[in-house]
């Protein structure tokens, strides 16, 4: 018998497909107790041994998700929160998709080029899952600032700041699209 991607927490049911799998043979698996269904497109890997992120569930409950706001920020080292869910974007017209028990997971919808800017897929052995990279996420961060608070917002902010591979150039560009422009370069000129 074929195996299946072991190196991957979440499998989908495209990928069993093209290793070979019939449906017959999935659902054998899964009654097997070797793949948990997920939802009806993806599949969590029961023999799973490789290092467990949360991240890795996002592209099993939203295909089009991608982790933003603090969520993003405490993978980058820009925030010391801790979070009880994963914040996901989605497009503005797709449709909220249930979250699981764990990880819990809020979804915000988003509109262009709010969504679609400064996306990163990031692969982790045989795992991927999308964020936005570090410029986009502080943009983001400052213009959620009045629902997240402004004490998480500086923190992000500061912390940015400090890191080396900082590129100013490309957080005052994304402002300017993200209407944040004034305010960020308000807060550089503070920190600066």
């Given at each position: 018998m074929m195996s299946f991607p072991v190196e991957k927490q979440f499998i989908s049911s495209q990928e069993l497909h093209e290793a070979g799998y019939s449906n017959y043979k999935i659902r054998q698996l899964v009654g097997a107790g070797d793949l948990v269904g997920v939802n009806?497109?993806?599949y969590e890997n029961a023999n799973y041994n490789g290092e467990i992120n949360d991240f890795y569930a996002v592209p099993a409950y939203a295909e089009q998700g991608v982790i933003c706001l603090i969520s993003a920020a405490v993978y980058y080292e820009l925030s010391s929160e801790r979070q009880s869910q994963i914040e996901v974007a989605i497009p503005r017209n797709a449709r909220i998709p249930e979250s699981p028990d764990w990880p819990a997971m809020k979804f915000y919808r988003m509109t262009e080029p709010r969504y679609g800017m400064g996306i990163?897929?990031?692969?982790?052995?045989?795992?991927?899952?999308?964020?936005y990279d570090k410029e986009k996420t502080v943009c983001d961060?400052?213009?959620?600032r009045n629902k997240m608070g402004f004490e998480?917002?500086?923190?992000?902010?500061?912390r940015y700041v400090q890191q080396p591979d900082r590129d100013i150039n490309r957080l005052i560009a994304y402002?300017?699209?993200?209407?944040?422009?004034?305010?960020?370069?308000?807060?550089?000129?503070?920190?600066?």
């Amino acid at each position: 018998m074929m195996s299946f991607p072991v190196e991957k927490q979440f499998i989908s049911s495209q990928e069993l497909h093209e290793a070979g799998y019939s449906n017959y043979k999935i659902r054998q698996l899964v009654g097997a107790g070797d793949l948990v269904g997920v939802n009806r497109k993806w599949y969590e890997n029961a023999n799973y041994n490789g290092e467990i992120n949360d991240f890795y569930a996002v592209p099993a409950y939203a295909e089009q998700g991608v982790i933003c706001l603090i969520s993003a920020a405490v993978y980058y080292e820009l925030s010391s929160e801790r979070q009880s869910q994963i914040e996901v974007a989605i497009p503005r017209n797709a449709r909220i998709p249930e979250s699981p028990d764990w990880p819990a997971m809020k979804f915000y919808r988003m509109t262009e080029p709010r969504y679609g800017m400064g996306i990163v897929e990031v692969q982790e052995g045989g795992n991927s899952f999308r964020i936005y990279d570090k410029e986009k996420t502080v943009c983001d961060v400052i213009y959620h600032r009045n629902k997240m608070g402004f004490e998480p917002a500086m923190e992000v902010l500061k912390r940015y700041v400090q890191q080396p591979d900082r590129d100013i150039n490309r957080l005052i560009a994304y402002s300017k699209r993200l209407q944040v422009e004034t305010t960020i370069k308000q807060y550089l000129e503070a920190l600066l």
